[in-house]
């Protein structure tokens, strides 16, 4: 099992629906947690992270954390034609590295 | 923007020949990382510096050497390239101007022919 494995497919969605990604990890000791937005073309930005069970909201991004069935989730409300790109799922290890999943592409059709 | 940037942004290089891939940051951070970007394989970590002149290596380091003489400064040597080696290959700084996760360059898109 890698470390981290983001599964889905392409994901469709309509302007102003909620996107909904998954990510789950195979160390239990994992601590921290970490969502990047990539553009096609550009490098990776940071847009959430979290450390705690439960969820964490920064604007229409929310974050949720269960490490007891370790996953880790991203929402994305009220999606919009700027929120289409490939989205990473990160966890944190020893020596302030990151191990990535290889991603999921999200499409907000307009 | 934080303060890395990588060069070259494109190279073209052919195989058997050494490259040097360049990362420079002006935020003083003590960590630094290359990774490699594939379709279907995601970011993987090459090497990595926890400090000057402390480097390890990360889960796909062979045929890479890295060097880190300054804090800002981190490069990645191809030592003979090989065709597997073309790649988009980004450098990351930890912490950068959120003070968590990284921060990334604008990566260099590598070609070996």
């Known amino acids: 099992q890698k470390e981290v494995e983001q599964n889905s497919g392409p994901l469709s969605v309509p302007e102003g629906a909620i996107a909904s990604l998954n990510c789950t990890y195979s160390?239990?000791?994992?601590?921290?947690f970490f969502w990047y937005r990539q553009y096609s073309g550009k490098s990776p930005e940071l847009i959430m992270f979290i450390y705690s069970n439960g969820d964490k909201e920064d604007g229409r991004f929310t974050a949720q954390l269960n490490k007891a069935s370790q996953y880790v989730s991203l929402l994305i409300r009220d999606s919009q034609p700027s929120d289409s790109a490939t989205y990473l799922c990160?966890?944190?290890?020893?020596?302030?590295?990151?191990?990535f999943g290889k991603g999921n592409q999200v499409v907000v059709i307009p | 923007d934080a303060g890395i940037t990588q060069s070259p942004r494109h190279k073209v290089t052919e195989t058997g020949t050494p490259v040097t891939l360049r990362c420079h940051q002006t935020e003083n951070h003590r960590y630094m990382y290359w990774y490699r970007q594939d379709p279907g394989h995601g970011l993987r970590l090459i090497h990595y510096?926890?400090?000057?002149?402390?480097?390890d290596k990360g889960e796909v380091s062979d045929g890479y050497s890295v060097s880190r003489s300054k804090t800002e400064d981190f490069l990645l040597t191809l030592e003979s390239a090989t065709s597997s080696q073309t790649s988009v290959y980004f450098c990351?700084?930890?912490?950068?101007?959120?003070?968590?996760?990284?921060?990334f360059g604008s990566g260099t898109r590598l070609t070996v022919v």
């Open positions: 510096s926890y400090g000057v002149k402390d480097t």
């Open positions: 160390d239990r000791g994992s601590q921290s």
């Open positions: 990351a700084i930890n912490g950068g101007a959120t003070g968590y996760g990284y921060t």
């Open positions: 990160a966890r944190g290890r020893g020596n302030n590295r990151l191990a």
